[in-house]
Every structure is written in structure tokens, then in C-alpha cells.
């Protein structure tokens, strides 16, 4: 958005011995016309016109105050107050290209809702953070104006009770408000503490992500299906995962075969699978489950030879 600024809208005035600037000329001719005639200008006008354009900076120039009162209420936001009179400045500039004659008013009238209006859309639409319900964000806009305006008729600075009563809403939805539009003063995570030693930042006392978590809720999901399996199984499981134990080891230990080792193990593991995975359906519903047993073979009986 290119800046408007007083200076660019104001009528030039050239030096003695200097060159008249551009449009010079034409604006002085136009400074003796109402607004009414001004806007007459800009309706009929081509757009690119040079006459069009100095009926703007005309009108823009004998409004400032307007657009100055609309942005008053919004004074004490943290967006900067020259940044708020440059939006004021576009609702204006909307409110002189679109003004149309048989509504019958005044262009201070028909500009006022515009420049709020554009003033809303600023604060709805660029300046929020995060995620913010569009009736919280019209009812802070509504709270700043309203402790601006409060403040001048109370002599003071209004309470809750006040504000909740002049703006018609409860209690509740005034402190939902007041809530959201922190929305408008992030904190930086690198920022230095007030009152904590040394140079502590927000960020030391934010919690990370721990490794370990995952790992428990693994378990503790293992664990609502761990009695369904066999106590076989589960003892190789207990061997292989937590003793750190080869199938070999736990083969010598049980007194059977690496290869049925291996066999239960996957059978084990297979099922604890597909139960943590939900891939037996519905058959979760039907009331506790037991792992099905593993065929057996000749292995499971036989000795390993030593």
C-alpha cells in the first residue's frame, strides 16, 4: 500500500524561482469548489485523469480529521498510530470513488462507516495470531472503543461491570474478550524474564518434547492385551525384550529349539500386532480376547540336544 501522508494530499505550494510542480495549476483551480462538485468530478472522470486525481488529493486533504477521530478509538491498540491513519486513508479514498449522490448525505456521513469499516476489516483480517471466533474479534473491537468513549464520559477508567453494561453482553464474554486480544501482544520465546535470575527467557521454562513418552504409552498399550497371550509366549517376550537374551539363549533356558522360539515369538508379537492395530475388526467387541495358540509340532516337547 503506498503511504499517504498530509503532504501528498495537501495543495503544493511552489517556491519563489522554482518550477510549479505537476497538477499545481489544476488543484488550485479545483480548491474553490465544494464537495458535492469534487465528487462530481471523480464520478464522471476516466480514471487516469489528472483532473480526477487532483479532486481526490482535494477531498482526501479536507477530511484528515475524519479519518483521524475514526482512528482515535483504536489509539492504544499495538499496531502503530501511522499505520492505522494510512487504513483510515484507503476507507476514505472507497468512500470518494463509490459515493453515490441519491443517498442524499454529506461525504463525512457516507465516509465515516467506510473508514471503520476498513479499520475492522484490519484488525479481522492482519492482525490477529491465532484462531479467533469473528464474534470475539467484533466484541474487542467493540471493547476498545467503547473504553475509550467510557473513559471520556466517566471521568475515569471504566470497570467490567461498566463495560459489560454499556456494551450489553455478560460477564463472561467481556473476559472471553479480553483474553483473545493478548492475541494482538505475542511474547517472544528469547526474551529475558522480569523477576527470575540472571537471563532466563520464556523459553527455559517451556517443557520439551520427551523420547520417553511414546515409549510408555507403548507399553501401557501392550499391556491391555499383554493377558491374552499364552505364559509361554509371554515369558519369551520378557527374555527377549527386557533380558536382552538371543532365541539361542532363551531356546537353552526353555529347553526347546531356536527355530520354535522363533516361531512363538512371532506368533506372540503377530498378535499383539493386530490387536494394537485394530486389524481384526470387530472381534474386540466381542468380549475379552485370547490369543489363538500357535500349532504345535514335534519341537515344542523336544529337548535341545546339548
Same mark, same amino acid.
Not at 258 to 280: C, F, K, P, W
Given at each position: 500500500?503506498?503511504?499517504?501522508?498530509?503532504?501528498?494530499?495537501?495543495?503544493?505550494?511552489?517556491?519563489?524561482?522554482?518550477?510549479?510542480?505537476?497538477?499545481?495549476?489544476?488543484?488550485?483551480?479545483?480548491?474553490?469548489?465544494?464537495?458535492?462538485?469534487?465528487?462530481?468530478?471523480?464520478?464522471?472522470?476516466?480514471?487516469?485523469?489528472?483532473?480526477?486525481?487532483?479532486?481526490?488529493?482535494?477531498?482526501?486533504?479536507?477530511?484528515?480529521?475524519?479519518?483521524?477521530?475514526?482512528?482515535?478509538?483504536?489509539?492504544?491498540?499495538?499496531?502503530?498510530?501511522?499505520?492505522?491513519?494510512?487504513?483510515?486513508?484507503?476507507?476514505?479514498?472507497?468512500?470518494?470513488?463509490?459515493?453515490?449522490?441519491?443517498?442524499?448525505?454529506?461525504?463525512?456521513?457516507?465516509?465515516?462507516?467506510?473508514?471503520?469499516?476498513?479499520?475492522?476489516?484490519?484488525?479481522?483480517?492482519?492482525?490477529?495470531?491465532?484462531?479467533?471466533?469473528?464474534?470475539?474479534?467484533?466484541?474487542?473491537?467493540?471493547?476498545?472503543?467503547?473504553?475509550?468513549?467510557?473513559?471520556?464520559?466517566?471521568?475515569?477508567?471504566?470497570?467490567?461491570?461498566?463495560?459489560?453494561?454499556?456494551?450489553?453482553?455478560?460477564?463472561?464474554?467481556?473476559?472471553?474478550?479480553?483474553?483473545?486480544?493478548?492475541?494482538?501482544?505475542?511474547?517472544?520465546?528469547?526474551?529475558?524474564?522480569?523477576?527470575?535470575?540472571?537471563?532466563?527467557?520464556? %523459553?527455559?521454562? @517451556? +517443557?520439551?518434547?520427551?523420547?520417553?513418552?511414546?515409549?510408555?504409552? &507403548?507399553?501401557? $498399550?501392550? =499391556?491391555?492385551?499383554?493377558?491374552?497371550?499364552?505364559?509361554?509366549?509371554?515369558?519369551?517376550?520378557?527374555?527377549?525384550?527386557?533380558?536382552?537374551?538371543?532365541?539361542?539363549?532363551?531356546?537353552?533356558?526353555?529347553?526347546?529349539?531356536?527355530?520354535?522360539?522363533?516361531?512363538?515369538? %512371532?506368533?506372540? @508379537? +503377530?498378535?499383539?500386532?493386530?490387536?494394537?492395530?485394530?486389524?481384526? &475388526?470387530?472381534? $474386540?467387541? =466381542?468380549?475379552?480376547?485370547?490369543?489363538?495358540?500357535?500349532?504345535?509340532?514335534?519341537?515344542?516337547?523336544?529337548?535341545?540336544?546339548?
Amino acid at each position: 500500500m503506498a503511504a499517504i501522508s498530509p503532504g501528498t494530499v495537501a495543495v503544493a505550494e511552489s517556491a519563489p524561482g522554482s518550477p510549479a510542480p505537476p497538477g499545481w495549476r489544476l488543484k488550485k483551480d479545483l480548491a474553490g469548489l465544494d464537495d458535492r462538485e469534487l465528487l462530481d468530478i471523480v464520478r464522471f472522470s476516466p480514471r487516469a485523469s489528472q483532473r480526477r486525481a487532483a479532486a481526490c488529493e482535494l477531498l482526501v486533504t479536507r477530511h484528515q480529521s475524519l479519518v483521524r477521530s475514526c482512528v482515535r478509538p483504536y489509539i492504544r491498540s499495538p499496531e502503530p498510530a501511522e499505520d492505522l491513519m494510512q487504513v483510515g486513508y484507503v476507507g476514505l479514498l472507497k468512500a470518494i470513488s463509490n459515493f453515490d449522490p441519491a443517498a442524499g448525505a454529506s461525504l463525512a456521513t457516507y465516509a465515516r462507516p467506510c473508514i471503520t469499516g476498513e479499520l475492522k476489516r484490519h484488525f479481522r483480517d492482519k492482525r490477529w495470531q491465532i484462531h479467533v471466533k469473528r464474534p470475539v474479534q467484533e466484541l474487542v473491537l467493540e471493547v476498545r472503543k467503547a473504553t475509550w468513549r467510557l473513559t471520556q464520559e466517566l471521568g475515569r477508567t471504566p470497570t467490567e461491570s461498566d463495560m459489560a453494561r454499556h456494551l450489553g453482553v455478560s460477564g463472561d464474554d467481556l473476559r472471553q474478550a479480553r483474553r483473545a486480544e493478548l492475541a494482538f501482544w505475542p511474547y517472544s520465546l528469547d526474551a529475558p524474564l522480569a523477576g527470575q535470575p540472571g537471563m532466563s527467557t520464556l %523459553a527455559d521454562y @517451556l +517443557g520439551e518434547e520427551d523420547p520417553l513418552m511414546e515409549h510408555m504409552l &507403548g507399553m501401557q $498399550a501392550v =499391556a491391555t492385551h499383554w493377558g491374552e497371550l499364552p505364559p509361554r509366549e509371554q515369558e519369551i517376550l520378557v527374555m527377549d525384550f527386557r533380558g536382552g537374551l538371543t532365541q539361542a539363549q532363551i531356546g537353552q533356558q526353555l529347553r526347546i529349539s531356536q527355530m520354535h522360539v522363533s516361531r512363538l515369538r %512371532a506368533h506372540a @508379537l +503377530g498378535y499383539l500386532r493386530s490387536r494394537l492395530l485394530d486389524l481384526e &475388526g470387530t472381534r $474386540a467387541s =466381542a468380549g475379552p480376547a485370547v490369543a489363538p495358540q500357535p500349532p504345535k509340532d514335534h519341537e515344542s516337547a523336544e529337548p535341545i540336544a546339548s
